[in-house]
T-cell receptor, first 114, second 114 residues
Framework: AQSVAQPEDQVNVAEGNPLTVKCTYS??????LFWYVQYPNRGLQFLLK??????LVKGSYGFEAEFNKSQTSFHLKKPSALVSDSALYFC????????????FGTGTRLTVIP | ETGVTQSPTHLIKTRGQQVTLRCSSQ?????VSWYQQALGQGPQFIFQ???????GRGNFPPRFSGLQFPNYSSELNVNALELDDSALYLC?????????????FGEGSRLTVL
């Protein structure tokens, strides 16, 4: 069975500082990994994905994520946080049985402090 | 390009009632997935529809059912509502031929069961 874990419920960072939101995964075989963001009372917006290739993936709004196979991690990063980045972030892994659905983590609430 | 739209945005039902939620997929997408997001949790996969047939199902009882129409829009029906069915229901569309699993979400229908 595949799954992702987000060990931090809440991350606080000062505006302008780098941010990291952590995610670890558990799959058999090669993972397809995703990050989504959810603003209050809204649906999920796609940020980036790792399928294969370069371990550093660049996505929307200046976010990037680093795939680390040895540590089974896929941490989301941004060099300089903005107050508008405050939201709920979800890591997800694709179902490998072929149904094309995603298994989501429990989410990490990011608060960027002005 | 039209994104994923869901209706209604909010609704309140009482225990034992039935509810129908609707979703229009993004232009060019032929697959619709439904997710349930309980308060403080990540989205959980309910089922997926492709070519008007169910193409995968999560761990939800049979009282959760769905339909997909020839124009790829979809409905989620929940019978015999229970208090625990209170959640944000998210619809996501995708292209089945896309192996990358990227999903495009609507803003959700928030169901409250009293």
């Amino acid at each position: 069975a595949q799954s992702v874990a987000q060990p931090e419920d809440q991350v606080n960072v000062a505006e302008g500082n780098p941010l990291t939101v952590k995610c670890t995964y558990s799959v058999s075989g090669n993972p397809y990994l995703f990050w989504y963001v959810q603003y209050p009372n809204r649906g999920l917006q796609f940020l980036l994905k790792y399928i294969t290739g370069d371990n550093l993936v660049k996505g929307s709004y200046g976010f990037e994520a680093e795939f680390n196979k040895s540590q089974t991690s896929f941490h989301l990063k941004k060099p300089s946080a903005l107050v508008s980045d405050s939201a709920l972030y979800f890591c997800a892994v694709r179902d490998q049985t072929g149904a094309n659905n995603l298994f989501f983590g429990t989410g990490t609430r990011l608060t960027v402090i002005p | 390009e039209t994104g994923v739209t869901q209706s209604p945005t909010h609704l309140i039902k009482t225990r034992g009632q039935q509810v129908t939620l609707r979703c229009s997929s993004q232009s060019g997408h032929n697959t619709v997935s439904w997710y349930q997001q309980a308060l403080g949790q990540g989205p959980q996969f309910i089922f997926q529809y492709y070519r008007e047939e169910e193409n995968g199902r999560g761990n939800f009882p049979p009282r959760f059912s769905g339909l997909q129409f020839p124009n790829y829009s979809s409905e989620l029906n929940v019978n015999a509502l229970e208090l625990d069915d209170s959640a944000l229901y998210l619809c996501a569309s995708s292209s089945f031929s896309g192996a990358t699993g990227e999903l495009f979400f609507g803003e959700g229908s928030r169901l409250t069961v009293l």
